[in-house]
């Protein structure tokens, strides 16, 4: 490991005490292909055998290499080849018999959570695929650790209207079923363009088709440490500094994530996967992207300004991590989850940050609409016009977008929704009252951009 040096790291570890600099995730993301056959009983049985089997010293290896290292690790994780796959070949289909399958696995191996209960649709359904769907409602209520996403849109494909017009309905459902909870269902289940394969962050993460047998994905996160770097430069220093300071600053999270991926893949015999860059910020205070563009010299997150800072934040984060390792993955960028990030919450609470102002930071930045707080009584049609919009965006600019939005029950405009931990809480944003459903019923699929035939 002579390609890592020795004083960066030790500068990154004493980040760690003030900034918040830590692993947000190790995620073991492994195949099940191996395990279908066309009993669900005996696939289930396998699922579960293989999980165990791979996952069974991932916590306690972690554990071990956090207190070697000192280095905080939030989170271990599970992904998985998605669902519908798996559980297709049965001679009859019983998803969330599967879901409780996985949530009892991860509860054995003692993980946060398992991702993968769901399917990639961006061009139609299968019997399959659609029989997912529609078990997730029912699945996301009755597990704890399971985590769900639905990619219905891509860049080569296009839009799969049909599909982002289920799962309108199908977020909807899944909130109503969590109501007790403020709709927590819906904050485990995400809708993508473009995802992808390798990525360790949840509610997305799941294992591609083409990836290998087996590895492990890192998330690092830092928004603390960046910005810190940035209050340290004069107000005055141009944009240029203020990029250069956040690139240097992303080679030492980098540097530091890979050291503790490849010696925890290591010790559990698996390959190394990717390193994912992306600043994953936590309800707690000075861990805010919200906080480093605000240092950049915005007063509020959302003012004019704010899209602009976030590009510049998003492509030093990327550029700065690719000269620190070869194996970058996943999403790698800056998030922008409206209930984890203590800086989002306190600009939308005064009217700074509004829906459309989130949607246009999409165009930017790692994901989309994540983590977002709408009343309860939105229509289904207007959440799949939502999905519409941002995979819009992400098929036209061949990049990664998503929508978390949770419905919350019983709750308005004014009301928030409480869920805890890294979940946070969120104020509940308004929405447009113009209907969109004609237009979303229409179904069919939008064609990709002629940019796909780039052959």
């Known amino acids: 490991m002579e390609f890592f040096n020795a004083k960066s790291i030790l500068e990154t570890i004493e980040m760690i005490k003030v900034h918040h600099l830590d692993i947000r995730t190790v995620t073991l993301a492994l195949s099940l292909r191996d395990c279908i056959t066309e009993d669900i009983k005996k696939t289930g049985d396998k699922v579960y055998n293989k999980i165990i089997k791979y996952a069974k010293n991932l916590k306690t290896y972690a554990k071990d290499l956090e207190n070697e290292y000192s280095i905080p690790i939030v989170n271990t994780r599970i ?14 289909y019983d998803y969330v018999y599967l879901a409780k399958i996985l949530d009892k696995a991860a509860h054995e191996v003692d993980v946060d959570f398992i991702g993968g209960f769901g399917a990639l649709v961006e061009k139609g359904c299968t019997r ?27 860049s080569k494909a296009g839009i799969n209207m049909n599909a982002v017009l289920l799962m309108g309905k199908i977020i909807k459902q899944t909130a109503n079923l969590t109501a007790s909870q ?16 390798d990525n360790p962050f949840m509610a997305g993460a799941f294992h591609g088709y083409s990836e290998p047998e087996c590895a492990l994905n890192i998330g690092v996160s830092g928004p603390g440490v960046v910005l810190a770097a940035i209050k340290s430069l004069p107000k005055d220093a141009d944009l240029g500094i203020v990029a250069n300071k956040i690139k ?24 190394f996967g990717v390193i994912d860059l ?26 004019h300004g ?28 800056a998030f922008i989850p409206v209930s984890e990030d203590a ?54 600019n061949k990049k990664t977008t998503a929508v978390r939005v949770i419905p919350v029950p019983g709750k308005g405009v004014g009301d928030r929704a409480y869920y805890g931990g890294l979940l946070g809480e969120a104020p509940i944003l308004d929405v447009h009252k113009f209907d969109s459903s004609v237009f979303v019923n229409r179904g069919g699929r939008i064609p990709a951009p002629i940019h796909s035939l780039n052959n």
């Open 248 to 271: 240097t600053i992303a080679f030492k999270i980098t540097t530091t994530g890979e050291l503790i991926g490849r010696e925890l893949a290591n010790r559990l015999g698996i390959p």
């Open 306 to 333: 704010t899209t602009a800072a976030l590009a510049m934040l998003n492509d030093a984060v990327k550029k700065g991590g690719i000269m620190a390792s070869s194996y970058v993955g996943g999403l790698s960028g």
């Open 182 to 197: 403020d709709g927590i269902g819906a904050a485990k289940l995400v809708v993508f363009c473009n995802t992808p394969g």
């Open 128 to 154: 399959g695929d659609r029989a997912l769907i529609e078990s997730i409602p029912q699945a996301l209520s009755e597990t704890n650790r399971i985590c769900s996403s639905v990619n219905v849109a891509s």
């Open 343 to 396: 800086g989002m919450i306190e600009a939308a609470q005064c009217g700074a940050l509004t829906f459309d102002k989130l949607e246009a930071m999409t165009c930017v930045c790692s994901v989309g609409l994540d983590m977002i707080a709408i009343p309860g009584n939105t229509p289904e049609s207007t959440i799949s016009a939502m999905i519409a919009d941002e995979m819009a965006i992400g098929m036209i």
């Open 79 to 92: 992904a998985v080849t998605p669902m519908s796959i798996i559980g297709e070949s049965a001679d009859e």
């Open 278 to 303: 992306s600043l994953a910020p936590t309800p707690a205070i000075g861990d805010s992207v919200a906080g480093i563009l605000e240092a950049m010299g915005l007063e509020r997150t959302g003012t």
